[in-house]
């Protein structure tokens, strides 16, 4: 059975999830017990802990951009809720916009 | 044991192509028809689609033409565009390539230039195939590009870490590595310098990256694709600590930029961003460009990690795909040369996957087609860009 998710480093705030996780799905993870929020796929980050606004998220033990909006515990953290800290990223339906 | 092709001027190829070069996209039906007559994968189509000169195309042409896993060339030129055809074909001559050229408007339009293309293939492969001897040739002899394509976060977790540890053993062994992407290291330089073979190296490092980001902030976008964060990656700087991962951990003995080859054995990164503002647009539009660059510095076989699931392949030199999402492999496996994508699912580790990649480059080096090979892929692109020294301490030994 595949694990749920990783995390890659012990300074992480987030984890990686090897498969797609479901809404309501209660994971153990890094000594935490994580109640799923909503449906998260395969290679998308989830919150271990509560994030605010401002917030570095931390990745492979590095800052991969900040929070622009709260997330729980178990929370999908993608571009609707953290930005770059360089380079605006941008999705199809954005393209000529910076996200 | 790799059997390679020694060239005149030394150099050793793990492939014998023969390449039909047009010059200017005027010439481009020629050259492909002239490809097509040929039906032999060997004889490939590559060029340069514009009528203004630009340096950067010459010096990458020239890299390309004498690359050694290139037997031989034809040059296809319409006859009234600005590139230096003459200087292309002294160069490879220089090297001990055949190679002829055919002018479409000398020649008298399409048909006898296709005629006289097909002929030019014919003499230019039996002058390669009589010129050429097989040799042996050791892994440390070999120079291996790497490039990612169509990440996600799977990426930066399997396939790129993997592809680190071949690098780490290809440099124990003497090999020569190139990793690239200045764009895709933004946020990794301090480590990179932490990493950096001698001090002027260091700042070579941090000043590469430092001007990437300015460029690419000028031009609006990272390098940064919608697949990526389709795929779960949320900026720039998470998709470069995936990419990143793809060069090791050995120190990192230069910075060179396109089309000039590594010193010596070690370990390179591969400036791809222009000298100066933004000038003719985005540093490499498309993967391919990326491949086109790290021939063009020597690569024989580039490893190309893909979590959205990349097809192409390249004219000139074999590219192994290794695929670092499990769902992408079980879609399109025929199309993947590593399911690396089995360290995410527990069955395999990332030593394991890297010890399964230094096989494979062994036996593709050996002439084992790769799966982008065997289906026929042989993209190719080249377009306009500034050349230059990037700046006073990008050249450091």
């Given at each position: 059975?595949?694990?749920?998710?990783?995390?890659?480093?012990?300074?992480?705030?987030?984890?990686?999830?090897?498969?797609?996780?479901?809404?309501?799905?209660?994971?153990?993870?890094?000594?935490?017990?994580?109640?799923?929020?909503?449906?998260?796929?395969?290679?998308?980050?989830?919150?271990?802990?509560?994030?605010?606004?401002?917030?570095?998220?931390?990745?492979?033990?590095?800052?991969?951009?900040?929070?622009?909006?709260?997330?729980?515990?178990?929370?999908?953290?993608?571009?609707?809720?953290?930005?770059?800290?360089?380079?605006?990223?941008?999705?199809?339906?954005?393209?000529?916009?910076?996200? | 044991?790799?059997?390679?092709?020694?060239?005149?001027?030394?150099?050793?190829?793990?492939?014998?192509?023969?390449?039909?070069?047009?010059?200017?996209?005027?010439?481009?039906?020629?050259?492909?028809?002239?490809?097509?007559?040929?039906?032999?994968?060997?004889?490939?189509?590559?060029?340069?689609?514009?009528?203004?000169?630009?340096?950067?195309?010459?010096?990458?042409?020239?890299?390309?033409?004498?690359?050694?896993?290139?037997?031989?060339?034809?040059?296809?030129?319409?006859?009234?565009?600005?590139?230096?055809?003459?200087?292309?074909?002294?160069?490879?001559?220089?090297?001990?390539?055949?190679?002829?050229?055919?002018?479409?408007?000398?020649?008298?339009?399409?048909?006898?230039?296709?005629?006289?293309?097909?002929?030019?293939?014919?003499?230019?492969?039996?002058?390669?195939?009589?010129?050429?001897?097989?040799?042996?040739?050791?892994?440390?002899?070999l120079v291996v590009g790497?490039?990612?394509?169509?990440?996600?976060?799977?990426?930066?977790?399997?396939?790129?870490?993997?592809?680190?540890?071949?690098?780490?053993?290809?440099?124990?062994?003497?090999a020569t590595?190139i990793?690239?992407?200045?764009?895709?290291?933004?946020?990794?330089?301090?480590?990179?310098?932490?990493?950096?073979?001698?001090?002027?190296?260091?700042?070579?490092?941090?000043?590469?990256?430092?001007?990437?980001?300015?460029?690419?902030?000028?031009?609006?976008?990272?390098?940064?694709?919608?697949?990526?964060?389709?795929?779960?990656?949320?900026?720039?700087?998470?998709?470069?600590?995936?990419?990143?991962?793809?060069?090791?951990?050995?120190?990192?003995?230069?910075?060179?930029?396109?089309?000039?080859?590594p010193?010596?054995?070690?370990?390179?990164?591969?400036?791809?961003?222009?000298?100066?503002?933004?000038?003719?647009?985005?540093?490499?539009?498309?993967?391919?460009?990326?491949?086109?660059?790290?021939?063009?510095?020597g690569a024989h076989?580039?490893?190309?990690?893909?979590?959205?699931?990349?097809?192409?392949?390249?004219?000139?030199?074999?590219?192994?795909?290794?695929?670092?999402?499990?769902?992408?492999?079980?879609?399109?496996?025929?199309?993947?040369?590593?399911?690396?994508?089995?360290?995410?699912?527990?069955?395999?580790?990332?030593?394991?996957?890297?010890?399964?990649?230094?096989?494979?480059?062994?036996?593709?080096?050996?002439?084992?087609?790769?799966?982008?090979?065997?289906?026929?892929?042989?993209?190719?692109?080249?377009?306009?860009?500034?050349?230059?020294?990037?700046?006073?301490?990008?050249?450091?030994?």
């Amino acid at each position: 059975m595949t694990v749920a998710a990783i995390v890659l480093s012990p300074a992480d705030n987030v984890a990686v999830c090897c498969r797609t996780v479901e809404a309501g799905e209660t994971i153990e993870l890094a000594g935490r017990t994580l109640i799923i929020a909503e449906r998260v796929a395969l290679g998308h980050k989830i919150a271990l802990m509560a994030l605010s606004p401002g917030d570095k998220v931390v990745k492979y033990g590095m800052p991969i951009g900040s929070m622009t909006a709260p997330v729980q515990a178990g929370g999908w953290v993608h571009m609707h809720n953290m930005k770059s800290d360089y380079i605006a990223a941008h999705l199809r339906d954005a393209v000529g916009e910076s996200a | 044991m790799i059997q390679g092709y020694l060239r005149a001027d030394g150099r050793k190829g793990i492939r014998d192509a023969i390449v039909v070069v047009y010059l200017v996209e005027c010439a481009h039906h020629v050259a492909r028809r002239i490809v097509e007559a040929a039906g032999d994968p060997r004889v490939q189509l590559i060029g340069f689609p514009g009528c203004y000169p630009n340096d950067y195309a010459l010096s990458m042409m020239k890299a390309l033409t004498t690359h050694p896993n290139v037997g031989g060339v034809v040059l296809v030129s319409l006859g009234c565009e600005s590139f230096n055809r003459e200087a292309l074909a002294a160069n490879a001559a220089a090297a001990g390539r055949p190679v002829e050229t055919v002018v479409i408007q000398q020649a008298g339009g399409t048909r006898p230039s296709i005629a006289a293309g097909v002929e030019a293939v014919r003499r230019v492969r039996d002058a390669a195939d009589a010129g050429v001897r097989r040799v042996p040739m050791a892994l440390s002899e070999l120079v291996v590009g790497t490039i990612c394509g169509g990440s996600d976060g799977t990426s930066g977790i399997t396939a790129n870490p993997a592809v680190g540890r071949v690098f780490d053993a290809l440099v124990d062994a003497g090999a020569t590595c190139i990793f690239e992407e200045t764009g895709e290291m933004v946020g990794c330089e301090g480590h990179m310098a932490e990493r950096a073979a001698t001090p002027a190296v260091a700042d070579a490092l941090i000043a590469s990256v430092e001007h990437a980001e300015r460029y690419y902030r000028a031009m609006g976008y990272g390098s940064f694709a919608p697949g990526n964060a389709e795929g779960g990656l949320s900026s720039q700087e998470e998709k470069s600590a995936g990419a990143y991962a793809k060069s090791g951990s050995r120190p990192i003995d230069g910075v060179i930029l396109p089309a000039e080859m590594p010193r010596g054995p070690g370990l390179y990164l591969l400036d791809v961003v222009p000298p100066g503002d933004p000038k003719f647009g985005f540093p490499n539009i498309v993967d391919n460009a990326e491949i086109g660059e790290l021939m063009a510095c020597g690569a024989h076989v580039t490893l190309f990690t893909t979590g959205r699931g990349s097809v192409v392949g390249s004219a000139i030199a074999p590219v192994i795909k290794i695929c670092a999402n499990p769902e992408t492999y079980a879609r399109m496996k025929g199309d993947m040369d590593v399911d690396a994508g089995r360290i995410l699912v527990g069955e395999a580790t990332i030593d394991g996957i890297a010890q399964e990649i230094v096989a494979l480059i062994e036996a593709v080096a050996a002439g084992a087609q790769t799966c982008s090979e065997a289906l026929g892929h042989q993209e190719f692109v080249l377009t306009y860009k500034a050349s230059g020294p990037a700046g006073p301490a990008c050249l450091a030994a």
